[in-house]
């Protein structure tokens, strides 16, 4: 079967560092996607990883490690917009379809 | 501006009628989908399009049914059968060689 876990909730302090972990269980991956989703709202498409490494946009980077099905989010110099819950999504190739498996979700309050 | 619109934005169904939730994309992309969203947890698939006159169920897809009779349309009727509708739903485009996905802004549909 296919399996994305991340931790429920994190909580941190503004302008401080947070890494959000993500484990995933899948056939046929495709690279893993980290949304930002507040409350209430759609989706917002953070960043894609498809390679192993390190992807560093602004104060977000994600990493990805392909043989150990881990990834993690790192949000640098937290804000207090940043409270919201971030989405792990594998993209998967299976049957001749293309799919996106999220996991639950890790709602991060930033607190002052 | 390019982008996927879903309508309508809030509805209210009584138990036993069937609802028809609209979804349009301007995008030019192949690959849609519809998910759904429960309180707290993250996004489930309920059915997915590759292409016109061809879709697949997700993991959620009882008590739903789907149409994909043009590339830019992917309505959703959530049917009598669905023992629980009362969610979010989230309908989704795949841009091609990226993988990336993009989002409406949802419809919330309550049950009374």
């Known amino acids: 079967g296919q399996n994305i876990d991340q931790p429920t909730e994190m909580t941190a302090t503004e302008g401080a560092i947070v890494q959000i972990n993500c484990t995933y269980q899948?056939?046929?991956?495709?690279?893993l996607f980290w949304y930002q989703q507040h409350a209430g709202e759609a989706p917002t498409f953070l960043s894609y990883?498809?390679?192993?490494g390190l992807e560093e946009k602004g104060r977000f980077s994600s990493f990805l490690s392909r043989s150990k099905g881990y990834s993690y989010l790192l949000l640098k110099e937290l804000q207090m917009k940043d409270s919201a819950s971030y989405l792990c999504?594998?993209?998967?190739?299976?049957?001749?379809?293309?799919?996106?498996?999220f996991g639950a979700g890790t709602r991060l309050a930033v607190h002052p | 501006d390019g982008g996927i619109t879903q309508s309508p934005k809030y509805l209210f169904r009584k138990e036993g009628q069937n609802v028809t939730l609209s979804c349009e994309q301007n995008?030019?992309?192949?690959?849609m989908y519809w998910y759904r969203q429960d309180p707290g947890q993250g996004l489930r698939l309920i059915y997915y399009?590759?292409?016109?006159?061809?879709?697949q169920k997700g993991d959620i897809a009882e008590g739903y049914s789907v149409s994909r009779e043009k590339k830019e349309s992917f309505p959703l009727t959530v049917t009598s059968a669905q023992k629980n509708p009362t969610a979010f739903y989230l309908c989704?485009?795949?841009?091609?060689?990226?993988?990336?996905?993009?989002f409406g802004e949802g419809s919330r549909l309550t049950v009374l």
């Open positions: 999504a594998a993209l998967v190739f299976s049957g001749g379809y293309n799919k996106l498996i």
């Open positions: 899948t056939s046929g991956f495709n690279g």
């Open positions: 990883n498809v390679l192993d």
């Open positions: 995008l030019n992309h192949d690959a």
């Open positions: 399009s590759q292409i016109v006159n061809d879709f």
């Open positions: 989704a485009s795949l841009k091609q060689y990226t993988g990336e996905l993009f």
